[in-house]
Each structure stands twice: as structure tokens, then as C-alpha cells.
């Protein structure tokens, strides 16, 4: 019924047998269709996406298990699934952001450094890398992070946005070498005495910027033998207490200032991969190659949800009251594949739309050739 769907997977990874991309598809399926990342819950839905409800669920089980010990023979095939999610982004997408999480599992605490794309006004994860302990990462861990990415992801003349924590004159140097423009927060202080050798006194541009609250001020400056922009601006909290936002950019002062109004939307993304989505802390996988498998079909099946609901959410999702619609983009989204998850035939007829884009790579918004 669907031997021939799968052939076209195949067509861009011939040297996959039939069986491996049969089995990480169904496991995206049955991300998108059970909400979670726990193999024992998965397998219960084995049977009847593949019209086989006869064979005892623990068969399923075993199944899923010998999918993700694939992992270690075959070290690419995360890589070729971080992929594939790319390769559905096909339009115009301008920032990436930069945050970490921390996520239990197995008895363990593990802290990921996040690579996600703004697609759209939604954050689209495209890398991670585990830090292997708690706290603020270093700046070796983002430049590994980075150097990784680049060599799979064409991240040339994007936006990183980022958080107080990510700042340091090495990994601005290594952004700038990148072609990738900074719009990071600072805390008060910084660079400050860099700035003040390039013109005023930083408490008399922070004066300025207090009296005209919503107004951008700012002063150029060099860092390392890079030029970069000291950016302020004043606004108003709730309570009505004036605070300052400050960032450090290679772009215009208004141009930072509107991308990094978008930082939070990478929260929400966690948020979705963690308890309003996937439920990603009941994994219970430890060694390192299945981790990685598993969270790469976790961003594909993630990706899948927010690329098929933004066809329709604008027209069908209607602010309420209080200015927020009713549900998200992804929530949205993954409802619309569960119509598709009666079967697995149903749900590779669904996908067959995405095939093209996967044997278009150049087509993409973000793939290169991994070398």
C-alpha cells in the first residue's frame, strides 16, 4: 500500500534499507499522534497505525528499541532527521535565538543548548547540544555549538538574538566571522568602559534614554577590532516603573530592538516540547547516540506540526478577548496531523506533500551538503 512512498525517502538516502526509514517514520507518527517520547506508551499505538493489532504490544516494544540502537550504527542518520525538519522551512526566516533548558530523565538532569529558528513568529528548533552539567554555558560550548551547526546549516546573514548569559568578546568574534548578526542583552556594565572610550559617558546615554522612554539611543563602539552598537532603550513596566533595555548589535538600533521583541518565543518552544506537547522528561534512554536520535524525531515531528498549522491557522484561529488566539500555532497544527494518524499509510500519504522538499535540499531555507 505504501512500499512505494517510502521508496522516495529512499531516493535521497539509497543506502537506508527499507526497514530504517520505514521505522523512523512510524516513530514520528506516533510522536505526533501520543504526545510523548516514552517508548511504552508509544508502543500501544504501534498496531494500529500499521493495521497489525494481532502482534503482542511488547513485539512493538522491542521493535521501537532495536529502531533507536540503529542510532549507533549509524551515526548520521540524527543528522539527515535535523535535516529533513530544514528542509520543510522554505520561506523568508530572519533570526535564529539562543537559550538553554534543563530536562529530567532516567535519574538525570540534562541541560541542552538550544539553536532554534524564528519561522514565522514561531521558534523552530534546528540544534541543541548537551552540556553534560547545569549552569550558564561557556563561550567553547556556543562556538562548538555553532561550529557544528555551520557545518550543516546555512546560518549566513541571520539575527541570533540572545539572553544576558550569552554575551563574551570571543563568541561576538565568532558570530561576526560567521556573517550571523548579534542582537544580545547586556546587563549594566558591560562593555562599559569600551563604550565610554568611543564617546559619552555611559550614565548620560542611559540619562537620555530615561527621558524618552520608548525612544532608541545609542553609540557605536569597537570590541576586538569589530565595530558594534551599544543599544538603549526606556520602557515602561506595568507598575509604571521605568526600566532599560540594553543590547549589543551589528545591526541598525531600531532593527535590534524590534527582532529581540521575539526572544521569548523560544520559551514557548520549550514549553511544547516539555509539558504542553511532547512530554519530552519521560524519555527514559541515557546513552548519548539515543538521545540524540530521539530528540532529532522530536524536531522533525515538531517542525511537521508548525509548518502543516500555519497553512490554515490565520484564517481559522481568532484572537479572543483578551488579544491571545485560543490555541498556537503547534497546538494547532498537531491536532490537524492527528486527523491524518488513523493509519500509517494515511499518514505517509499526508507526508508524500514534504517528500519534494526533501529531495530538494538546495531548495531549502537552511541545508547544506554535510561534508
Known amino acids: 500500500m505504501y512500499p512505494h512512498l517510502l521508496d522516495e525517502v529512499k531516493k535521497t538516502h539509497p543506502q537506508w534499507q527499507r526497514s530504517l526509514v520505514k521505522n523512523t517514520l512510524l516513530v514520528v507518527a506516533l510522536l505526533l499522534e501520543q504526545k510523548t517520547v516514552n517508548l511504552w506508551k508509544l508502543k ?15 513485539s512493538h516494544y522491542q521493535r521501537l528499541k532495536r529502531w533507536l540502537r540503529a542510532g549507533e550504527q549509524d551515526k548520521g542518520l540524527w543528522v539527515n532527521l535535523l535535516r529533513a525538519s530544514a528542509g520543510l522551512l522554505q520561506k523568508r526566516a530572519v533570526c ?30 534546528v540544534w541543541w547540544l548537551e552540556l553534560g552539567r547545569l549552569g550558564i554555558s561557556s563561550q567553547w560550548h556556543r562556538k562548538l555549538l555553532l561550529r557544528l551547526a ?16 550569552y554575551i563574551g568578546q ?39 534614554a530615561r527621558s524618552r522612554v520608548g525612544r532608541v539611543v545609542w553609540q557605536d563602539f569597537r570590541l576586538e577590532g569589530g565595530a558594534y552598537r551599544y543599544v538603549l532603550v526606556a520602557y515602561r513596566e506595568r507598575s509604571g516603573k521605568v526600566e532599560l533595555l ?17 526572544r521569548y518565543r523560544i520559551e514557548s518552544m520549550f514549553r511544547h516540547l516539555k509539558s504542553n506537547g511532547f512530554d519530552l522528561e519521560s524519555l527514559h534512554v541515557q546513552k548519548p547516540y539515543k538521545v540524540q536520535l530521539m530528540m532529532a524525531a522530536l524536531v522533525l515531528a515538531y517542525t511537521l506540526a508548525v509548518v502543516y498549522g500555519l497553512k490554515r491557522y490565520r484564517r481559522a484561529v481568532k484572537p479572543k478577548k483578551h488579544g491571545h488566539p485560543e490555541m498556537s500555532v503547534f497546538r494547532w497544527g498537531l491536532d490537524l496531523w492527528q486527523n491524518h494518524l488513523q493509519s500509517f499509510a ?18 531549502s531555507l537552511l541545508n547544506r551538503n554535510v561534508p
Open 170 to 208: 570571543e563568541w561576538l568574534e565568532t558570530l561576526r566571522q560567521a556573517g550571523i548578526d548579534p542582537v544580545i542583552r547586556l546587563r549594566k556594565g558591560n562593555y562599559q568602559e569600551q563604550v565610554e572610550q568611543a564617546g559619552r559617558p555611559l550614565a548620560k546615554l542611559e540619562s537620555k
Open 150 to 165: 555551520l557545518r550543516v546549516l546555512d546560518l549566513r546573514g541571520k539575527a541570533l538574538l540572545a539572553d544576558r548569559e
Open 44 to 58: 500501544g499505538s504501534v498496531g494500529k497505525l500499521l493495521g497489525n493489532t494481532r502482534t503482542d504490544c511488547r
Open 346 to 363: 494515511l499518514f505517509l500519504r499526508q507526508l508524500q506533500t514534504y517528500f519534494q522538499l526533501w529531495l530538494r535540499p538546495e531548495k
Open 246 to 262: 540594553r543590547l549589543v548589535t551589528t545591526l541598525s538600533p531600531a532593527k535590534a530592538v524590534e527582532h529581540y521583541g521575539h
Open 96 to 125: 535564529l535565538i539562543l537559550d538553554g533548558s534543563s530536562w529530567k530523565w532516567g535519574g538525570k538532569t540534562y541541560h541542552f543548548l538550544t539553536l532554534s529558528l524564528l519561522y514565522q513568529g514561531v521558534s523552530v528548533p
